[in-house]
């Protein structure tokens, strides 16, 4: 993207392509034409979740992928046919650890879907807080029924979280793909940008959530007593969201909220 620093490293091909930019790490699957992922894929964007969630000026991370087209096709199928099932199972599970990685950093995550998001690439958007999509940029969906398979990297239990488990059941079993409108319908994606510039949009609708416009920490603190008190008892729950509530309130934020609130002004946050 113009005007964000890209990251370098010795790997041989760079897949994952790093910038930040106004407090946004912008984190680009690019493997054209599709941007399949595989292993080595796979190393690289744990690599940029883990410099992103330790960068104090980054707020907002958004995944996005190279060029207009894709998204993210799902995994390299080529890859797959190439090696044994021991293989295929730990690629299932560093794929795994990678996602969870980017569901419990503290910071929002954002998908913006700049084209088709299916199979695994749908599985990588689930794991973000937040999705949003190019008008008629593509299709999206969990198909890997098609190839005999199931959606194993997390889509299976994301998915039903997020819509039910009859809806999920459905999606997955019938291996229907569709539009990003019906997937607004569904609660699938949160935001659908119409016309060109869509990362300028995108970026545009990620600032928000930076400061001085939110309390970045208060944002990330949300996240993280949702994400972690999801499958838990409520009462554990509700314990988790007083320690974050108690870690908010011993910050300079919430001290710059409560007083602009009493002095009837905006408040500038300042991510601290």
Not at 28 to 34: F, G, I, R, W, Y
Not at 171 to 185: N, P, R, V, W
Not at 197 to 211: I, L
Not at 260 to 271: I, N, Q, S, V
Request: proline letters at 4%; charged letters at 25%; one cysteine or more.
């Amino acid at each position: 993207m113009p005007g964000t620093t890209q990251s370098t490293a010795a790997d041989k091909k760079q897949l994952i392509l790093y910038g930040v930019q106004s407090g946004v790490a912008v984190i680009e699957l690019s493997d054209p034409p599709a941007n399949t992922y595989s292993y080595e894929m796979n190393r690289q964007l744990d690599d940029a979740i883990l410099q992103a969630r330790m960068d104090e000026d980054v707020y907002v991370i958004v995944l996005t992928g190279a060029g207009e087209k894709f998204f993210c096709a799902g995994a390299n199928i080529q890859m797959l046919t190439e090696v044994d099932p021991t293989f295929k199972y730990y690629f299932c599970l560093h794929a795994n650890e990678t996602l969870l990685r980017l569901e419990h950093t503290p910071k929002l995550v954002i998908a913006a879907l700049n084209g088709h998001c299916v199979g695994g690439g749908l599985e990588v958007a689930l794991a973000a807080d937040l999705r949003v999509a190019r008008k008629d940029g593509g299709k999206i969906g969990l198909p890997e029924v098609n190839l005999g398979v199931l959606p194993g990297t997390g889509g299976t239990q994301r998915l039903s979280r997020a819509l039910g488990k009859s809806k999920a059941i459905e999606l997955m079993a019938t291996g229907k793909t569709f539009s990003f409108d019906e997937a607004k319908q569904l609660g699938l994606v949160n935001e659908i940008f119409e016309g060109g510039n869509f990362m300028d949009r995108v970026m545009e609708y990620a600032r928000q959530f930076c400061p001085p416009n939110k309390a970045a920490k208060a944002v990330g603190r949300i996240k993280r007593a949702v994400q972690t008190g999801w499958e838990i008892p409520l009462e554990a729950g509700l314990a988790l969201e007083r320690e974050n509530q108690q870690l908010l309130f011993e910050s300079e934020d919430a001290k710059e909220g409560l007083s602009a609130y009493l002095e009837k002004r905006p408040a500038k946050f300042r991510g601290q």
